[in-house]
């Protein structure tokens, strides 16, 4: 899971699920970090999880980037 939204603000932070531990675990980042949004779609391929776009709505900006998170490292 990326980004969302809180009862705060927009969030840039990355959670896998664990089914059977049955948790959650932030994944830790490196390199350049995507901008906190909403919205964003995402896609598994080639043991990465790619992401693209999103919003901020209260500021107004809609992003048209791509990023990724390679899981091998």
């Known amino acids: 899971m990326f980004g ?4 705060d603000d927009r969030k840039n932070d ?3 699920y ?5 948790k959650w675990q932030l994944l ?3 390199g350049k970090v995507p ?3 909403s919205g964003a779609k995402g ?7 790619y992401f693209f ?11 048209k980037d791509l990023f990724y998170y390679d899981l091998a490292k």
């Open 4 to 7: 969302g939204t809180d009862d």
């Open 14 to 16: 990355l959670f896998v």
């Open 18 to 22: 664990d089914i059977y531990m049955n």
């Open 28 to 30: 830790p980042n490196k």
């Open 35 to 37: 901008l906190p949004r």
């Open 43 to 49: 896609v598994s391929y080639d043991n990465k999880l």
């Open 53 to 63: 776009g999103g919003y901020q709505k209260k500021s107004g900006n809609f992003y």
